[in-house]
């Protein structure tokens, strides 16, 4: 788990200064369950509609409806990873590098723009850019 800002300053450091043909993981030095990061994000969003209810005019819903019982448990698909885990240690020791922004800092960011963006949430929900993509590469 680990900002997206973060994420793009280790790939230019890599690129800047790792050794060309090694490979440097890039990650956040925290390993979380999925469930945990889910009730996580429901804590973040209920919280920024208490307080700032302009976000529940927003996405047309009431504090009341955002609660684990949003979390649908699905079956998992064939070869599905049980973890997600990286060692960074090597881009650590050989590069220095290590995420500026910790965790719980880097969800709600991440969680307030798609808040603060969400005609283009919508066209990525949507489905519409699959469409793009049938069309531009279908055939190919």
Same mark, same amino acid.
């Given at each position: 788990?680990?900002?997206?800002?973060?994420?793009?300053?280790?790939?230019?450091?890599? =690129? @800047?200064?790792?050794?060309?043909?090694?490979?440097?993981?890039?990650?956040?030095?925290?390993?979380?369950?999925?469930?945990?990061?889910?009730?996580?994000? /429901?804590?973040?969003?209920?919280?920024?509609?208490?307080? !700032?209810?302009?976000?529940?005019? =927003? =996405?047309?819903?009431?504090?009341?409806? /955002?609660?684990?019982?949003? /979390?649908?448990?699905?079956?998992? @698909?064939?070869?599905?990873?049980?973890?997600?885990?990286?060692?960074?240690?090597?881009?650590?020791?050989?590069?220095?590098?290590?995420? !500026?922004?910790?965790?719980?800092?880097?969800?709600?960011?991440?969680? @307030?723009?798609?808040?603060?963006?969400?005609?283009?949430?919508?066209?990525?929900?949507?489905?519409?850019?699959?469409?793009?993509? !049938?069309?531009?590469?279908?055939?190919?």
């Amino acid at each position: 788990w680990l900002y997206v800002e973060d994420h793009c300053k280790g790939i230019d450091l890599v =690129l @800047r200064q790792g050794t060309v043909g090694e490979v440097y993981n890039i990650g956040g030095f925290n390993e979380e369950s999925n469930i945990n990061i889910v009730k996580q994000v /429901i804590a973040i969003i209920a919280r920024i509609m208490r307080e !700032e209810p302009q976000y529940q005019q =927003l =996405l047309q819903c009431s504090l009341d409806d /955002i609660n684990d019982g949003l /979390i649908q448990f699905v079956t998992d @698909r064939p070869g599905h990873d049980m973890r997600y885990a990286i060692d960074p240690s090597k881009i650590a020791r050989e590069l220095g590098w290590y995420p !500026e922004t910790p965790f719980t800092e880097g969800i709600e960011k991440t969680i @307030r723009w798609n808040l603060d963006h969400q005609p283009w949430v919508r066209s990525v929900t949507s489905g519409d850019y699959q469409k793009y993509y !049938e069309e531009m590469y279908g055939n190919r």
